[in-house]
T-cell receptor, first 114, second 114 residues
Framework: EAQVTQNPRYLITVTGKKLTVTCSQNMNHEYMSWYRQDPGLGLRQIYYSMNVEVTDKGDVPEGYKVSRKEKRNFPLILESPSPNQTSLYFC?????????????FGPGTRLLVL | SQQGEEDPQALSIQEGENATMNCSYKTSINNLQWYRQNSGRGLVHLILIRSNEREKHSGRLRVTLDTSKKSSSLLITASRAADTASYFC??????????????FGKGTKLSVKP
């Protein structure tokens, strides 16, 4: 089944404790992206990747890192989480990241930073 | 950078009625997509309309696009309780980033009562 998976689905952590949210897709997509969703703000892009070893900042990259060592995986790293990073996070992928392509979303990771 | 703005923010209707949601955007676009999100879950692509199209249908969905007014509407006919979800429009305006980047509105929360 074609899908985007994220782990963990739920995470409670404390300020400053490094964490990684994994994202994996099995559709051989070149383009992958991370969004955060907050009430009243909608979805905002954090980082995206056009292909292996090619990543770039989205609208709200501060406090986040990403890497793209393999085509299927695009982990999101919070080196020193803060309470303002409490949010619902989504990973998404599309074939080549071209105009008009459908993006496929993961199920989301709900993060609470205390 | 917020591009799409949905209207209304929330909509409550009875089963069988039609639901209309609107989206306005700010800059020129190549295409506009509508996504659906069940509570706390990932987004699912519904329909895409290109900038040279004015109307598109998919099952009970009808999307219109007016590029002169920079607006789009999503009509769900004969709504069902299972249509209860949040609906987002997303555009892919080129702003110096990846051409695959989607910019989402804040969404319309639709509630269909049985």
């Amino acid at each position: 089944e074609a899908q985007v998976t994220q782990n963990p689905r739920y995470l409670i952590t404390v300020t400053g404790k490094k964490l990684t949210v994994t994202c994996s897709q099995n559709m051989n997509h070149e383009y992958m992206s991370w969004y955060r969703q907050d009430p009243g703000l909608g979805l905002r892009q954090i980082y995206y990747s056009m292909n292996v070893e090619v990543t770039d900042k989205g609208d709200v990259p501060e406090g986040y890192k990403v890497s793209r060592k393999e085509k299927r995986n695009f982990p999101l790293i919070l080196e020193s989480p803060s309470p303002n990073q409490t949010s619902l996070y989504f990973c998404a992928s599309s074939f080549q990241g071209l105009w008009g392509e459908t993006q496929y979303f993961g199920p989301g990771t709900r993060l609470l930073v205390l | 950078s917020q591009q799409g703005e949905e209207d209304p923010q929330a909509l409550s209707i009875q089963e069988g009625e039609n639901a209309t949601m609107n989206c306005s955007y700010k800059t020129s676009i190549n295409n506009l997509q509508w996504y659906r999100q069940n509570s706390g879950r990932g987004l699912v692509h519904l329909i895409l309309i290109r900038s040279n199209e004015r109307e598109k249908h998919s099952g009970r969905l009808r999307v219109t696009l007016d590029t002169s007014k920079k607006s789009s509407s999503l009509l769900i006919t004969a709504s069902r309780a299972a249509d209860t979800a949040s609906y987002f429009c997303a555009t892919d305006a080129w702003y110096g980033g990846s051409q695959g980047n989607l910019i989402f509105g804040k969404g319309t929360k639709l509630s269909v009562k049985p």
